[in-house]
């Protein structure tokens, strides 16, 4: 059974960065895409970044330019590189892959 476990949340001032980490075990990560999520306070759950098994990349509008998601196969590890961090990218953080979630990691932007 695949577990995802996200880390590298925390807080940040704005203009700041922070690099996730999420560590999935079981077999065939190389062979899946794999997704971060965020959920703002009191909003719904939304597509951050995505990454294929061919390591094509797809970005939300509000992130393009400021976030870069990359995969390590050898490691079974996805990461999303968050610079020129902005409140509005306060959420929780989580890692996806098919059905999968992890417990997400709290990300909060605020001077």
């Known amino acids: 059974q695949v577990q995802l476990v996200e880390s590298g949340g925390g807080l940040v001032q704005p203009g700041g960065s922070l690099r996730l980490s999420c560590a999935a075990s079981?077999?065939?990560?190389?062979?899946?895409?794999m997704a971060w999520y965020r959920q703002p306070p009191e909003k719904e759950r939304e597509l951050v970044a995505l990454?294929?098994?061919?390591?094509?990349?797809n970005y939300a509008d509000s992130v393009k330019g400021r976030f870069t998601i990359s995969r390590d196969n050898t490691k079974n590890t996805v990461y999303l590189q968050m610079n020129n961090l902005k409140p509005e990218d306060t959420a929780v953080y989580y890692c996806?892959?098919?059905?999968?979630w992890g417990r997400g990691t709290q990300v909060t932007v605020s001077s």
């Open positions: 996806n892959l098919g059905v999968v």
């Open positions: 079981g077999s065939f990560f190389s062979l899946r895409s």
């Open positions: 990454i294929t098994k061919g390591d094509g990349t």
